[in-house]
Every structure is written in structure tokens, then in C-alpha cells.
């Protein structure tokens, strides 16, 4: 099962926003997630707020998901408005799972249909869905490039067949570089996500998944370490002995193997699990989360970010749609993020990102401790110390602090 909801207080009703949420909107940009809370099968390894159709029961049809994420939709557009944000127009959509694309076309596109006619699409927006290899069709992919979308996320995972048997993904890794000639014939850009250190896994297997997805040619890749949470069907099989992880420095040989790799084939990571053959490529949605700018979640367990005010959604498709129905907000929760809480975060995330964080965004303590990171090698020392003014300074980790980042984020926020 996906994991509870956080503590929080209690969302009002008709899920108003403090005024607090105004301070400095101007500056921020405004994106939307649109979770889709299906999959046809559920993976051992995914703690993500997804059913199947057997464990939905009734009240949850994926028939009538899209019109009910149009009545969150609705409802947001009010709120904003009632809020008085100022109007800005959403700069990047991200619909995710899931398997978004196990409903129709037709239904997507209406959604993101949704979105422009509530706050419209800025010009080059970046509209992106998740994919699975195996839920898509030339068709389908020409049909969302007409509808308004510009970029797919496919999640390959893995080209070896008992990597993906472990991980219980439904895919045929030979259909991949159909899939991304699929995507580009549309005229999407197109995105592989990978993941290393399944159970089982050899360096061998991870090297064949890298160059299968340098061999598609695509502009982006992600790379995650697969982590196993409590809960799900693998953490159980863990537990008995049936599986065995491994240890941190095979986790760290395959990261750096696929950083040698992707770097020699021409991307460059912006991020630490994310490379990009040029900034233009990079994901500008995860960019704003990284960089804390405002997005609202549609969605049963979405989460939602407006101003340093932080709320979360009823996590099960029935009870989200029933509230919606009943014309409440479907929030459980929300809290603000405070002083602390909101210093750490911007550690957190600004050191993950290749432009690095700026010294000036640190406390005195922190910028002391920088010297010492630099001198153990985890901080690149040119960023952090060039430049006369400590403004023009900043914290960008080198690929030995990539592994260890949090570490980096301990010293500095200790």
C-alpha cells in the first residue's frame, strides 16, 4: 500500500488560502500535477498512491476520472482567484501515476483542456505524461502531441528481462526504441526513466540498460536508485530472504558508471538523479519543484505547494471523487512551511541541482562549514570560492558529493 498521508491541521472545507500566499507570487512560477491513480498491474517495488481495478471497488471508475479531476480543476481556478493570486498562465504540466495512459487520449487531452480554459498555457509550455512502453500507440502518442502535450517520460526501467521479471514490470524491453521513434514521429520530446540496484542486478545488466537507452538517441534520461519501502510487496521479500539488496557500493559503481556513460554520449546531469543533453531539455517541471515555486496537485493523494503553504488530497479515488461530488475540497490536510523547515528544504533541494546553491542562501555556520566540504572533496571548490563578491558564490556538489549529498545537506543545516 502507498503510505500515509503526513500530519498536518485540518484543510478548510472549501479549501481557502491563507493571504500569507500572496507574498511575493509575482516571483514564482505556476505549474499543475495531474495524477492518475491507475495501473493495469501493480509493481512489487511502487509505493505510489495506484490501484488496479480489482482494488478500487465501486465509485472509482477510470471512465469518469477525467471529469472528475476537471471538477478539482474548477475548484482550484476559484480558489486562486478568491485567494487574489495574480493571474498566471500554467508554465508546465506534469501528469504522473499511475500509468496515465492507460486511459484514453481523449481523456488526457481534456484535461490538459481543463487547465487552458481555468488559467490558460503559457507560450512553450511544457505539457509532459508518463508512459508505460507497453500502454501506448503511434496513435495514441500523435493524438496527445495534437492535443497539447510536448514531452513523454517512458518508464523503461530496465532492458534486461530478469531485472524487469524482479521488479515485476509488464513491458518487452525490445519494444523501446519503437516506442521513443513512436514518441518522435509525434514530434514529443522524450524521456527514459531508469532504475538501478534491483535485487539481482549485475553491473553487467546495468551497462546493457544504459546503452539501450543511449541507442534510442533520446535528449533526457533519469536514473534512480531503487529504494525499497515498507508496505510493499518487495519489502516483503526482503524480509523473508526471497530477495537480497545490495550493498552501497554497488549502488554507487552503477551511479557512476551511468554518469561516465550518459556524460560521453553528450548529457549532462542538472540534477542529481537527472541528465539532459542541453538546458532546454531538462524537465522545467521538476526544475520548479526543485527551486520551490507554486504548483497545484490534481488528484486523489496529489500534493499541492502555493506560497510556502503545503496541502495534500484524500488518498483513496473514492473519497476524493465523493467529496469533489459534494462539492468540497478534496484537501486532508495542509501546513505551513516554517522558517526552519523552509531553510532546510532549500538546502536540500538547491544542492541537488548542477546550478548549485547560493552561499548567500545559507546561514554564517553553514558558509563555515563550506571549506571543510570542498576540502574533503564532496564541493566543487571553483563555484565556491570565485568570485570577490560572496553572492557570485555557490555550493555545487562534485560527483563524489553527489553520492554522498546527504551528508553535504547534514553539514550544512546541522
Known amino acids: 500500500m502507498s503510505p500515509a498521508l503526513p500530519d498536518g491541521d ?5 479549501g481557502a488560502l491563507p493571504a500569507s500566499v500572496l507574498d511575493g ?19 512489487g517495488y511502487c509505493d505510489f498512491n495506484t490501484y ?32 487574489g493570486l495574480p493571474e498566471r498562465p500554467v508554465q508546465t504540466v506534469f501528469v504522473g501515476g499511475g500509468t496515465p495512459t492507460v486511459l484514453p487520449a481523449s481523456d488526457l487531452m481534456r484535461m490538459v483542456d481543463g487547465l487552458r480554459d481555468t ?17 501506448v500507440t503511434p496513435e495514441s502518442l500523435a493524438a496527445l502531441a495534437a492535443g497539447g502535450f510536448t514531452r513523454v517520460s ?97 549502488q554507487a559503481a552503477k551511479y557512476e558508471l551511468a554518469d561516465d556513460l550518459l556524460t560521453a554520449a553528450g548529457l549532462h546531469w542538472y540534477e542529481v538523479s537527472n541528465w539532459a543533453r542541453t ?7 521538476n526544475l520548479a519543484y526543485w527551486r520551490s515555486d507554486d504548483w497545484w496537485g490534481i488528484g486523489p493523494g496529489a500534493h499541492s505547494h502555493v506560497g510556502g503553504l503545503r496541502w495534500w488530497n484524500v488518498k483513496h479515488p473514492r473519497t476524493y471523487a465523493a467529496r469533489l461530488a459534494d462539492g468540497l475540497s478534496p484537501a486532508a490536510g495542509r501546513e505551513t512551511v516554517a ?30 562549514a563550506v571549506a571543510g566540504l570542498v576540502a574533503d572533496g564532496l564541493v566543487d571548490p571553483g ?32
Open 10 to 14: 485540518a484543510a478548510p472545507d472549501d
Open 25 to 43: 507570487a509575482g516571483d514564482r512560477g505556476f505549474g499543475v500535477y495531474l495524477h492518475v491513480p491507475f495501473c493495469s498491474v501493480r509493481c
Open 52 to 83: 488496479t481495478a480489482t482494488e478500487l471497488g465501486g465509485g472509482a471508475s477510470q471512465a469518469s476520472y477525467a471529469d472528475t479531476a476537471l471538477t478539482e480543476i474548477a475548484l482550484a481556478g476559484r480558489v486562486l482567484r478568491d485567494a
Open 119 to 135: 488559467w490558460g498555457l503559457a507560450p512553450g509550455a511544457e505539457v509532459t505524461t508518463e508512459a508505460n512502453p507497453d500502454s
Open 154 to 250: 517512458f518508464g523503461m526501467q530496465s532492458a534486461v528481462p530478469h531485472v524487469l521479471a524482479t521488479l515485476e514490470r509488464t513491458h518487452d524491453p525490445r519494444r523501446i526504441p519503437d516506442v521513443v521513434r513512436w514518441a518522435r514521429d509525434a514530434g514529443l520530446a522524450v524521456s527514459l526513466d531508469l532504475i538501478y540496484g534491483t535485487p539481482g542486478e549485475s553491473l553487467a545488466d546495468w551497462r546493457t540498460s544504459l546503452e539501450t537507452a543511449l541507442a534510442t538517441g533520446v535528449d533526457h534520461v533519469s536514473a534512480y536508485a531503487l529504494v525499497v519501502e515498507q508496505g510493499t510487496k518487495m519489502a516483503v521479500q526482503v524480509r523473508r530472504g526471497d530477495l537480497t539488496l545490495p550493498d552501497e557500493d554497488d
Open 279 to 285: 538546458p532546454a531539455d531538462a524537465c522545467r517541471h
Open 339 to 368: 522558517d526552519d523547515a523552509a531553510r532546510l528544504e532549500r538546502v536540500m533541494l538547491g544542492v541537488r541541482l548542477d546550478e548549485g546553491l547560493p552561499l548567500a542562501a545559507l546561514d554564517e555556520r553553514a558558509r563555515t
Open 383 to 414: 563555484p565556491a570560492l570565485a568570485g570577490d563578491a560572496e553572492g557570485d558564490r555557490r555550493v555545487r556538489l562534485t560527483r563524489r558529493g553527489r553520492l554522498l549529498a546527504d551528508t553535504v545537506v547534514r553539514s550544512l543545516t546541522a
